[in-house]
């Protein structure tokens, strides 16, 4: 027996494109029901670019396939035609279906370019000798994002819009034809889900400066798209061209989609933004560098000392020209294998540098460059015995200073400084009252020494000392850290003040900066910085007094981190983990003008050395 349509259809039914039924036949003794099927699908904006040389076009919907399946049944399919990209509301009813099984109804949605748009399924058991009303809602795959430029400035000749680092829209005019107007980019195809979907929306902008397409503004963020939720973001766009930006402004905002529409706000400040930036290549050094050792010159030039594996494992000392690493002197020209190399400066901008020297016995031995070769400050190997963390330090007139664990008084701290004819003690020698490992030297203004070490008199701790003019006192308690302490690292600020920094095992390994008050040692923000263990930290003061620590962080797979201290918080300077990878040998310096430069053995590059600025 033929079923009959229901004559009491809802209003549903009635829609925009009608209602469209199926009926089929069935064996007599085959118990069957009807289903009434309401696909709704979720608008997703209507956005129109404004810019004239692009072709894209909208989403237009073009086509819903509907699919229904139940296992030993015919498969039903219907294509349902539907246009622009404003909601839809399709109802759809199939009567005279065999009961008591589980039905599948897939939904396809597809655009004018046949991409996918809408998509979903849903299961249900249609009842005996009844009718079952099944819903279906279809949240959008994409949204549509919009880029909006705004005043453009006489300079501006083409804006770029990306999504996850592939170009999606751009926009060239003749240089002042738009200027104080709007120029929009969008992009369509922008994936978004009700549980959300990540990207990168990254805006450029450029001009013609000296006849030349140049980069002039550039920024991006990162957000989430969510189906159904609107949310709102702010992007500054930073200058990033040469020179200073013109006066003015230009606001840029994004949206996405009527169902989620993302609102992305930009400013093009004219402030000038830094970033990290390798000096030459990664990994420039002809083969491995370990103790790398780095400084920087009175006119702003890097220098960095190393045991040079190309080289025999003795001391190279290379600068940097502005465009390439250059040798200062020949390669390798220690006369032994060098370990813990030391490398500083004179106010003439001459390079010395300190090393255990295995070619005299492991013993202290101090080099610097007189114009054309290296040659040896007094006595090679001038130290009681091995020596060993050796830290150079030059006075105001260019009296070196070092400072090292002492093989030959017991391990303890010793430093000595060249008299013009000879090295000599600085009080007595060996004159901590335990071992000293990792010692860090640094000079006042008036030349008189600090140093600090992990005191093994005190159960590994940190104490810092220094030269009165006729002895060495402790500085407050001796071992203040809160527990042992390794990679001491010792910078006097521009009013003389002490700072120190290790990484600290009595806060997980972490680095730790603490400075004196006069009185007694503080913590400078909180210990232990990283979010792992840390290594190989180095401290630099800068002449305004703000600290600097650069470290390996083991919380970031062993990266390079640089931190400074904002006067309430430690802030990253750039981004945690600046490495390709894994690095050892981190140590850090400060330009005259407050540049930070970090160097160290770059694990990502054959453990060669790698040398990176923070520039504008």
């Known amino acids: 027996m033929r079923k009959q349509i229901p004559q009491t259809l809802p209003l549903l039914c009635i829609l925009l494109f009608g209602c469209i039924l199926d009926n089929r036949t069935t ?40 699919i229904l399946h139940a296992p030993g049944e015919d498969t039903l399919r219907n294509a349902i035609p539907l246009a622009g990209n404003g909601m839809h509301t399709v ?31 849903v299961d249900f058991i249609v009842p005996v000798k009844k009718m079952i009303d099944v819903s279906l809602n279809l949240s959008p795959r994409y949204s549509m994002l919009k880029g909006r430029f705004f005043p453009i400035r006489d300079s501006v000749t083409r804006v770029e819009l990306r999504v996850d680092g592939d170009l999606v829209a751009d926009s060239v005019f003749p240089k002042q034809s738009l200027l104080g107007d709007t120029v929009v980019l969008r992009y369509d195809y922008l994936s978004a889900s009700p549980v959300g979907e990540a990207h990168s929306i990254g805006m450029a902008v450029f001009g013609d400066m000296w006849g030349i397409d140049t980069l002039l503004y550039s920024g991006d963020t990162t957000f989430t798209v969510f189906s159904g939720k609107d949310t709102a973001f702010a992007l500054k766009l930073y200058w990033v061209g040469p020179g200073t930006p013109p006066p003015g402004m230009a606001d840029i905002s994004v949206s996405l989609g009527a169902l989620g529409a993302v609102t992305l ?20 050094t002809p083969d491995g560098a370990e103790y790398t050792s780095l400084t920087v010159s009175s006119t702003g030039v890097p220098y960095l000392a190393f045991m040079d594996k190309a080289n025999g494992f003795r001391t190279t000392v290379m600068r940097w020209s502005g465009s390439a690493w250059d040798l200062v002197g020949a390669p390798g020209f220690s006369a032994g294998v060098s370990l813990y190399t030391s490398l500083a400066l004179s106010n003439e901008d001459v390079p010395y540098v300190a090393f255990r020297d295995g070619g005299n016995g492991s013993k202290a031995t101090v080099m610097r460059f007189n114009g054309s070769a290296w040659e040896t400050v007094g006595t090679p190997g001038f130290s009681a015995g091995v020596s060993n963390f050796t830290s150079l330090a030059l006075s105001g007139t260019g009296v070196p200073y070092v400072a090292f664990r002492d093989g030959g008084n017991g391990g303890k ?34 030349d008189l020494p600090f140093v600090a070490f992990r005191d093994d008199a005190n159960l590994g701790k940190a104490t810092v000392m220094r030269w009165t003019g006729s002895t060495w006192e402790i500085m407050g308690t001796p071992g203040f850290s809160a527990g042992d302490i390794w990679n001491t690292s010792l910078s006097l600020s521009g009013a003389g003040i002490p700072y120190v920094a290790f990484q600290d095992g009595g806060n997980g390994w972490g680095p730790t900066v603490m400075k004196w008050n006069g009185n007694a040692w503080e ?38 981190r640089v931190m400074k201290w904002s006067g309430s918080i430690w802030e990253n300077v750039g981004s945690p983990g600046i490495s390709a990878g894994a690095t050892t040998y981190t140590t850090l310096a400060l330009s005259n003008t407050g540049i930070p430069y970090v160097a160290y053995m770059d694990r990502a590059n054959q453990n060669r050395a790698t040398v990176m600025g923070y520039y504008p």
């Open 27 to 66: 064996s007599p003794d085959q118990e069957t029901g009807s289903v009434q099927i309401l696909l709704k699908l979720e608008k997703i904006g209507t956005i129109h670019k404004l810019s004239a040389n692009t072709a894209m076009a909208a989403i237009e919907m073009d086509t819903l396939h509907l």
């Open 91 to 121: 109802s759809k009813t199939y009567s005279d279906l065999p009961s008591l099984k589980t039905w599948t109804l897939a939904a396809v949605a597809r655009d004018q370019r046949g991409a996918t748009v809408y998509s979903g399924s």
């Open 265 to 284: 706000d930009g400013l093009l400040e004219d402030t000038v933004v830094a970033s990290w930036k390798i000096l030459g290549m990664a990994g420039f």
């Open 523 to 560: 913590n400078v923000g909180a210990p232990g910085l990283s979010t792992g263990e840390a290594s190989w930290t180095s401290l630099e003061v800068s002449a305004s007094g703000v600290p600097y620590v650069a470290f390996s962080d083991d919380g970031i797979e062993g990266k390079t």
């Open 413 to 446: 701290a010793t430093v000595m400084r060249f008299n013009g004819g000879g090295w000599e003690y600085l009080g007595t020698p060996g004159f901590s009252v335990g071992g000293a490992n990792t010692p860090s030297l640094a000079l006042s203004e008036n």
